[in-house]
């Protein structure tokens, strides 16, 4: 039953790519199925997620359900000491899917973010976020995971070409990722 | 001629003055001796009445008036404060009535008589409203008695309560202090304040008194709650409505809620008697718990419960209750005659909720059970009675389920002893005793329902542990699908040292059993090594450890190691009492620290953090919200334990409080992250 309701509701590539269009309806779409038959178990998940996030109190990272849906996060990410991101604060959206955590979250930059792995509309094109996630991470790590990313992008495969290639000149891309940057 | 008479008028003023101590002398004298007096004045007064006369024709009227009123009133004042000093133990007003009867009405009488009784008292009464609703039948010495006496009665008589109340009122806070010696005090006042109206003089005057002599530093918190509840005592008899008693007592409900210890004063008071009480006040015996039940035992049957009361009293009392509220009275909070006034609801009213008074209880009923050698539970379950009468059995419940539990242990333990075979199970060998498990009682708790026990690691010798572990096994056989899980830091080991030239017996905890138990095969240790085999932080052994310095047993020296100490077992008697006199005092503040529990506050505490990382963690992700946005998302989302059940009142005092520690800040009635 899960299974179906995804394909419905999640016909969208998990690609980093995705148009930013569809990606703001998908994060509305969990909204209509968070009553779904295994809500349950996901919504026990997800609090005990939150409570953990909450008494880790990892440095720079922290989320927080919006409204009174817990399927729809808001995110909060400071850039790490000694990368160009520093001092930094980006904001993301973590929308989960009802079949969370065999699906991974869709997560996006809620403002510009400069960088080789982010697109102009805030898709993040992260190993864990596709085909490499696991039932085992969890809010947490993908934060940490994004957080690390700042720092130490994948120039291989970007999706701001124009980012990867500054990426050589750090003092070029800091001016870059300041100029370009709107609090959200 | 006119001086002359002046002078006449002084020198009868002072002769009255000189007089004054003879005349006290002679208050109870009988009709005779009234005459004798009558009599012997008789001159005097037509001497005075004379100048009166004359003076009245000359056009002095209110002056002479004004004179000899003066007179009898500053004479009335002295006997007052004569009769009533400060013993509160006896009943003045009668006194001061005869012989306003006896004195100065005889004195009146005469002087009226000798005036022709043609006396103009409209001027000097009319404003007085009369108290007393019929005219006093008895006059002695004289049997018709005028209009203007019966004004004069009046007057002097409603001087005489309201000189006697302003001197009440002023010593109220030391007549409180004697109560209930000093009941007879409170009585009078009260029959003053009925005909003076003047209740807000008395709440003003207690409240600055108590303001300065109650509520300051220096006052321990359970002699301010020992006066709170004689204030409550006293001042339901004065005004048995509570509106007074609800002026004066907010003060010191607002200080006491200032003090951490209140809660648990309370709660000691309430359950433990004076017992508990280090200053000693109050009188010896029962827990205030008991006092009010007798109280409200009693009130239901006489409605007052001081033995006090003669049939008058009491019918005074009962014609009484009729009255209608006070002006002050507000009317929101029901009509008083159906209201009766609540010790422990004023005592709750301090802490605000019965919730974290059972709380608080609750907590310290674990600690005395978890401390408890026999299972004898009785004065426990007498509290708990009466705690459910006072404040409901739901609320009460969990207290309850710890009860059972230490009721059930009983059984239970001494169902497993009985179904062991003796003395085989546990052969093993201990000191070289044989250790079974007749030595041991266990106390079985459902931890859900008692308070957070605090945990904390110990190694037990092998022999002891091996007993525990057969003790539930048996459990698991008898009880399945149940299962033991001991908590080895807790309860209390009875142990017997013996040296060679004497044996010692201790009832201790079991982790300082445990440590003494490792000098038995090798007699010194450092502190590393021994926090190692007793599995004891090394920190919380060197506290623990000092019990038995400080007994002698053992003796501590600096080690090879800056924080590593050498202990080593004292054999020698000599050396044991100046080392046992010299550490008392760093044995009491280390027992302070250990109890079992977690305390309220720390609960609380624990709470809280979880609160607030819960708001900074919205506040990081929304930037700003208001009070209600993070009260409606604590409650969305803080669900886990502890879940999120403060009130929004609540909230906002802890936000506030991390204002305060500049976590926060507030613009606009929201709040941000401080920066």
Redesign the interface.
């Known amino acids: 039953m899960p299974r179906e309701n995804q394909d419905v509701q999640d016909n969208i590539p998990n690609t980093p790519a995705a148009p930013a269009p569809t990606a703001t309806t998908a994060t509305k779409k969990p909204l209509l199925v968070a009553k779904g038959p295994d809500g349950q178990s996901v919504l026990k998940r997800l609090q005990s997620e939150l409570m953990a996030l909450m008494m880790c109190g990892d440095p720079g990272i922290s989320a927080f359900p919006e409204g009174d849906n817990i399927f729809c996060w808001k995110g909060t990410i400071t850039g790490s000491k000694d990368t160009v991101f520093e001092g930094m604060v980006y904001k993301l959206s973590l929308s989960f899917p009802t079949d969370y955590p065999f699906k991974p979250p869709k997560v996006k930059f809620e403002n510009v973010c400069f960088h080789p792995n982010v697109d102009l509309n805030g898709a993040i094109c992260l190993d864990i976020l596709q085909d490499k996630w696991s039932s085992a991470y969890d809010v947490r790590t993908i934060l940490l995971s994004i957080q690390s990313l700042l720092g130490e992008p994948n120039n291989d495969s970007p999706l701001n070409t124009q980012a990867a290639a500054l990426w050589v000149n750090q003092e070029e891309f800091r001016k870059m990722v300041q100029k370009t940057y709107k609090p959200a | 001629m006119d001086e002359d008479y002046e002078d006449g008028h002084r020198f009868h003023i002072d002769d009255q003055k000189n007089k004054r101590n003879l005349e006290i002398g002679e208050m109870d004298v009988d009709g005779s001796n009234r005459e004798t007096i009558f009599l012997k004045n008789n001159y005097l007064v037509k001497n005075i009445g004379a100048v009166v006369r004359d003076l009245r024709s000359l056009g002095f009227t209110s002056m002479t008036e004004d004179a000899y009123a003066s007179a009898i009133f500053s004479l009335l004042k002295a006997k007052v404060h004569n009769l009533a000093g400060d013993d509160y133990r006896a009943l003045v007003l009668g006194s001061i009535k005869d012989w306003i009867q006896a004195v100065p009405l005889q004195f009146l009488h005469a002087l009226l008589a000798y005036l022709g009784d043609s006396f103009d008292c409209d001027s000097m009464s009319s404003g007085l409203k009369s108290p007393l609703a019929s005219r006093p039948s008895c006059y002695p010495g004289i049997d018709f008695p005028s209009e203007g006496l019966v004004r004069w009665q009046l007057r002097l008589e409603y001087f005489a309560y309201e000189t006697l109340q302003d001197l009440r009122i002023g010593k109220l806070f030391e007549i409180i202090v004697d109560y209930p010696d000093s009941y007879p005090a409170i009585q009078d006042l009260k029959q003053c304040l009925e005909y003076t109206g003047q209740h807000s003089k008395l709440v003003d005057s207690f409240i600055s008194s108590l303001r300065y002599r109650l509520l300051t530093a220096g006052a321990s918190t359970y002699d301010i709650l020992h006066q709170y509840v004689s204030t409550i005592k006293a001042l339901r008899i004065i005004d048995p409505t509570g509106v007074f008693l609800e002026a004066v007592g907010e003060p010191i409900r607002d200080y006491l809620r200032g003090r951490k210890d209140t809660i648990k004063c309370i709660v000691t008071m309430l359950t433990d008697g004076p017992g508990g009480n280090p200053s000693g006040l109050g009188n010896a015996g029962d827990s205030l718990l008991e006092e009010l039940n007798r109280d409200s035992e009693n009130q239901e049957s006489t409605d007052y419960d001081d033995d006090i009361n003669s049939d008058d009293k009491q019918a005074w009392i009962n014609a009484e209750r009729w009255e209608p509220d006070p002006v002050e009275a507000d009317p929101s909070k029901g009509s008083r005659n159906r209201r009766k006034i609540d010790v422990l609801g004023m005592m709750v009213n301090i802490i605000g909720s019965k919730d974290q008074l059972v709380n608080e209880y609750r907590v310290m009923l674990a600690e005395k059970l978890l401390n408890k050698f026999d299972y004898d539970i009785d004065s426990e379950i007498r509290t708990l009675e009466l705690l459910k009468i006072h404040l409901g059995e739901s609320s009460i419940q969990k207290c309850e389920i710890m009860l059972n539990d230490l009721i059930d242990s009983k059984r239970t333990n001494a169902n497993i002893k009985a179904s062991l075979p003796q003395p085989s199970l546990s052969g093993s060998k201990l000191g070289g005793t044989d250790v079974s498990l007749d030595i041991l009682d266990a106390t079985i708790i459902s931890s859900n329902f008692w308070p957070t026990i605090q945990a904390e690691s110990l190694n037990i010798p092998a022999s002891v542990d091996q007993l525990l572990c057969d003790y539930a096994k048996r459990f698991h056989e008898i009880k399945t699908p149940r299962k033991l899980l001991w908590k080895k830091n807790l309860g209390t080991v009875k142990l017997e040292l013996q040296f060679e030239d004497r044996n010692m017996q201790f009832t201790v905890t079991p982790v300082h059993a445990a440590i003494i138990m490792q000098f038995q095969e090798q007699t010194s240790w450092t502190s590393k090594n021994l926090a190692a085999a007793t599995g004891i932080p090394v920190d919380t052994l060197n506290r623990r450890i000092n019990f038995w310095i400080s007994k002698g047993i053992l003796a501590g020296s600096a080690g090879s190691d800056s924080d590593d100490h050498v202990f080593t077992i004292v054999d020698d008697m000599n050396t044991n009492g100046l080392i046992h006199e010299s550490s008392e005092g760093l044995l009491a503040a280390d027992e302070e620290g250990e109890r079992s529990v977690a305390s309220v506050e720390e609960q609380l505490r624990k709470e809280m953090t979880?609160y607030e990382?819960?708001i900074i963690?919205?506040l990081?992700?929304?930037g700003s919200m208001a009070l209600d946005r993070i009260h409606?998302?604590l409650k969305?989302?803080c669900?886990?334990e502890p879940s999120y059940d403060k009130s929004l009142q609540q909230l906002q005092s802890f936000l506030t409080g991390l204002i305060t520690e500049e976590k926060l800040e507030m613009r606009d009635g929201l709040y941000f992250l401080k920066k």
């Open positions: 979880v990382k819960f963690g919205m990081t992700n929304f409606n998302t969305m989302f669900v886990a």
